[in-house]
């Protein structure tokens, strides 16, 4: 492979365009670098690093980590032009660079944040030594090598990485046209699980993955890769959100066409400059420590908005339309994110002296402050009052300042003259086409003399919908801030899986002649019809029937190292008066259930002008609750009593403590630790929280406010949650098509909107004949190809099964019984179990073709507690046929589980050791005490550990649920030995180690509940 590219090893840089990291439009390139002939792996590597050696790339053949670390001291000591002596870089790799305790983590926050390292020279002088080059990226070096050897649990090597400046920073992992392109995330899954950590774990400093089958192309973060990490352990350990192939990503040029075929995206992803700007200017390693890359339609914004800055400053354009624009971007996108990263580069122009990020509402001031303040801890500067603000104006050392309108208007009002106005600002509105509309901004934009003025919005006003504003003045969003610079819309998005599409209920609201038991819904004319009681106790009666049906609440999920059962909602009402009476409504109705059954309800509005403002415009509830009248003031205080007896808080109306609950809801809206929130206006626009899955409508959306709901609940969280789920109790199919024309285009609906329920039984009724007729239930599959089939079919039925689930008719036409889905489901696992042990025992015989669904399948996990359950049933029949059946069930129960499935000997046993006399919950912990001590026992002995250190570290574990294998706590239960020389013994041993102890928690996690351990 060298020989043959050594020729391309100083070809000159392919031809692009330097001057955007995303390129304004992507035409295909036809001709040369496709070929007709069947294309294999090695072939498609092979061309691959051909073309990054055209592109500027210099080819290395290191396969081995001497050589790499001997290459990555030569490259350091070029890029800061110093020569280290041998002892000087023995100490700075160790310190510096690869830490014995070190994991993805440290060497992330090394690259992102501390890439510059001060060591002490032998002279005693200390030396400043950068890792990377970011004031001037093309100082720094890359280089590409294939086929990298490591040895960690076991051998692997690695397809293609891209060095620079030495260091492993992206990863590309290949397979063949045809390939699933799942199985190359699966595989970097398994190089981390197996070797990227191993000997001194320098290929934990990747940021990017670049995963390809030559046709589909994608790229993720390094947080990502540790996510599933994280989640193979059961648990994680700092990162806060579940991690999947979901969260992978599209290049695209800056129209949002998806470049996919690898020769094209390398031709841009991997331009020079693109990539070293990816590196080292669109990444934010956040406070909860994960890396986040930013997506090309977010780049392309920022970089429109710093071009039109310049220009417009070069050209004195500032203080007028031509010197602005505003950002189309739908709800759910990452609006946040690219405002942070356009203020922060702004900052650093040298002509900008302030850039002022201005909200329009209390509540969003403070979720933006927590958004930039995760970003990046004290980038921004909030404040509580105009005094406050003032002083941050008048302190140049304030770069980026987070404000609302009302007090930004307030500063200007009572200061009529002030220096700030004189000075180079840049205004970005978010949400622009709110507040903005009004005096407030006239005075803004009048005070100040020198500023760029911009917007974000996910929801523009278009000439289509101004007319209803009926403004004298700046009608539209471009006549506001000027022209569009950049749009991503909600089609866009939903196309790319950034966010989710919707499933749409609408629930009727008109009395028929039929009869519809779960949709019966009094008429509705007028106001004092929609708020009969009648009408809300059928409402109330529909959410209860079916809310554990809506929010998923059979299945469950890891979310922020818990496990969670289903998702949960918000209750849009169109009055506080009809969210006061639903309130009463749902609790009543739990006053008459078991604990259990029961919903846990926060209930929240305050003032505001008016119910609805032209054009769909959602009317301003602030979080000022003096201005409600007596009697919703007093049953809003009840509401919060109800909430501090079941949370342990004390919130009350007064302007602080409600500010106060509207924070603590907020956060257990996002943990799921409330089932549902009934609100008016709040919380359905710049709400953002992955785990709410369903809007229960009953209010009269249009246009933005209608995307703005409805969008709370498409946020992308895991395989589980596959679309937003809206039930609407009045009738907004007509609102809601136009509002998706209006943010889309016309053939919206078909992307935004999930295709109709028969269309989706008719393709799982096709799937299920298909398995019916090809499988038996209690059937064994023996040949290869007859399993790759049964896995083919029964994955797309999973697939679209989730989807059905949500349908009230779907249960009673489901042509599969239980006991056969679980029967088939069984017979899934355990040929997943066969494949993933081939793989283990021999390299070559990886099946790249098979993509298993186990996410799918760990949703409707069975517990330990229903085991237990079948165990005494089964005692109390044994002997009997019934008592048979039982037994052979609990067998059939833990087979179909992939979390019991490996713990079945456990079961098995102890199932044939208890006796009729027992306890069965006391027997059970007893014996898996026992049997917990006995194997810990063993592991301890067998690799020479230290048995203190060791119990302490597994209990641990079992507390916080995750199993740390980085740091000191895990080299503290260690043997004696040495951590440097002597080969890579230390790091085998450790890797073995580690091994062990995560198969000992996999094995007894999950089988007490936390009081019985």
Known sequence: MSEELSAYRYASLASSDRHWTVVAEYERQEGGLREAAYQSEAELEKAFIRQLVKQGYEYLSITSEAALIAHLRSELELLNDYRFTDGEWDHFFRESIAGANEGILEKTERIQRNEVQAFRREDGTVKNIKLIDKEDIHRNRLQVINQYEAEGARATRYDVTILVNGLPLVHVELKRRGVDLREAFNQIKRYSRDSFWAGSGLFDYVQLFVISNGTRTKYYSNTVRQGHVDEQRGGSRKNKETKSFAFTSWWTDAQNKVISDLPDFTRFFFARHTLLNLLTRYCVFDTQQRLLVMRPYQIAATERILERIQVATNHKLMSRPEGGGYIWHTTGSGKTLTSFK????????????????VVDRKDLDYQTMQEYDRFEKGAANGNTSTKILQAQLEDRSKKIIITTIQKLSRFVA????????????????????????????????????????????????????????????????????????????????????????????????????????????????????????????????????????????????????????????????????????????????????????????????????????????????????????????????????????????????????????????????????????????????????????????????????????????????????????????????????????LFGNKEARGIAVLKPFQEWMDEYTGLVTELQDNFAPDGRIVSEAQQKEFIRIFGAILRIRNVLVSYDEFKELDPLTDRDFQDYQSI?????????????????????????????????????????????????????????????????????????????????????????????????????????????????????????????????????????????????????????????????????IIEKLQRFFERFFGLMRMGDD
Request: aromatic residues 10%; hydrophobic residues 35%.
């Open 342 to 357: 356009t203020a922060q580069l702004a900052t650093k122009l040298d002509f900008v002296d302030k850039v002022l990020f």
């Open 414 to 741: 009572g200061n009529r003259s002030h220096e700030v106005y004189g000075t180079h600002v840049v205004i970005i509105f978010d949400e622009c086409h709110r507040s903005q509309f009004g005096q407030m901004h006239r005075d803004i934009t009048k005070a100040f003399k020198k500023y760029h003025l911009f917007g974000f919005t996910g929801t523009p006003i278009f000439e289509d919908n101004a007319r209803a504003l009926n403004q004298a003045r700046f009608r539209t969003t471009e006549q506001i801030f000027g022209e569009q610079l950049h749009s991503y819309t909600i089609v866009d998005a939903i196309s790319d899986k950034n966010v989710l599409p919707f499933r749409i209920d609408y629930i009727r609201t008109i009395r028929t002649e039929e009869t519809i038991e779960d949709k019966k819904v009094a008429a509705i004319d007028t106001e004092r019809a929609l708020l009969a009681p009648e009408r809300i106790a059928m409402v109330v009666d529909y959410i209860f029937s079916h809310f554990e049906q809506k929010t998923r609440r059979t299945q469950n999920y890891r979310h922020e190292g818990k496990t969670l059962r289903g998702f949960n909602s918000l209750f849009a009402c169109d009055s506080i008066d009809a969210a006061k009476q639903y309130y009463q409504a749902i609790q009543q109705r739990n006053a008459v259930l078991p604990s259990d059954r029961q919903l846990k309800v926060g209930l929240i509005y305050s003032w505001a002008p008016n119910e609805e403002e032209p054009a769909g415009l959602m009317a301003d509830e602030s979080l000022d609750t003096e201005g409600l009248d007596a009697g919703s003031r007093d049953f809003l205080d009840r509401a919060l009593e109800d909430y501090n007896a079941h949370f342990g808080t004390s919130f009350d109306t007064s302007s602080t403590g409600f500010a106060n609950y509207y924070i603590d809801l907020s956060a257990r809206l996002k943990n799921r630790e409330v089932d549902m929130a009934i609100v008016v206006n709040m919380f359905l626009t710049g709400f953002d929280a992955q785990t709410l899955n369903t809007l229960w409508v009953d209010k009269n959306l249009r246009f933005h406010g209608l995307i703005q709901a409805y969008s709370r609940t498409n946020r992308i969280l895991n395989a589980v949650k596959t679309y937003g789920n809206i039930v609407s109790f009045r009738n907004l199919e007509k609102a809601t098509d136009a509002a998706l024309a």
């Open 828 to 992: 899934y696992l355990e040929l997943h179990s066969h494949y993933r042990n081939v793989e283990e025992q021999d390299r070559e015989e990886i099946n790249d073709d098979l993509v298993f669904e186990i996410e799918l399948i760990k949703q409707v996990e069975v517990t330990v507690d229903y085991i237990l359950l079948l165990v005494e049933q089964y005692l109390k029949k044994k002997g009997t046929k019934e008592g048979d059946a039982i037994r052979k069930d609990i067998s059939r129960q833990v087979n179909a589980s992939p979390t019991l499935r490996s713990k079945k000997d456990l079961i098995e046993s102890f199932v044939d050791s208890v006796s009729v006399s027992d306890q069965v919950d006391q027997a059970w912990v007893a014996f898996i005490r026992a049997k917990q001590k006995e194997e810990l026992e063993a592991l301890i002995a067998e690799e020479r550990l230290k048995p203190e250190e060791t119990a302490r570290f597994i209990r641990r574990a079992f507390q916080e649920g995750t199993l740390t294998t980085t740091g000191t706590e895990i080299v503290s239960i260690m043997p004696p030995t040495r951590k440097f020389g002597g080969g890579n013994k230390y790091g085998e041993m450790k890797a073995r």
